[in-house]
């Protein structure tokens, strides 16, 4: 059984930074992507950012070019999200998710990290 977890999230003001980590128990490698989705109040979860078996990223329009997805590169089972210049509108829970199988039909995700924005 595979298990995410989450880190990092916390209350900060608007413009400062956060990094989210999600600590695997296999190797992010044995999956075909990492994903960061987020939910807000009253609102659907939404794909974030995606990073790839070969890592190849992916944003949603609203986070590109202040967030990034990366690997640890010394310890192939964490992915971070690193979260600058934050916005309120970034509240939410953020939330990790793997996937394998040819179809992606294998699908784990962790508990969640709230991360709340706020003067």
């Known amino acids: 059984q595979v298990r995410l977890v989450e880190s990092g999230g916390g209350l900060v003001q608007p413009g400062e930074s956060l990094r989210l980590s999600c600590a695997a128990s296999?190797?992010?490698?044995?999956?075909?992507?990492i994903g960061w989705y987020r939910q807000a109040p009253g609102k659907e979860r939404e794909l974030v950012a995606t990073?790839?078996?070969?890592?190849?990223?992916?944003y949603v329009d609203s986070v590109r070019g202040r967030f990034t997805v990366s690997r640890d590169n010394a310890n192939n089972m964490v992915v971070y999200l690193q979260m600058n210049s934050l916005k309120s509108e970034d509240t939410a829970v953020y939330y990790c998710?793997?996937?394998?199988?040819?179809?992606?039909?294998?699908?784990?995700w962790g508990q969640g990290t709230q991360v709340t924005v706020s003067s």
């Open positions: 998710n793997a996937a394998r199988g040819p179809r992606n039909e294998y699908s784990y």
């Open positions: 990073i790839t078996s070969r890592g190849a990223t992916t």
């Open positions: 296999a190797s992010i490698f044995s999956f075909n992507y």
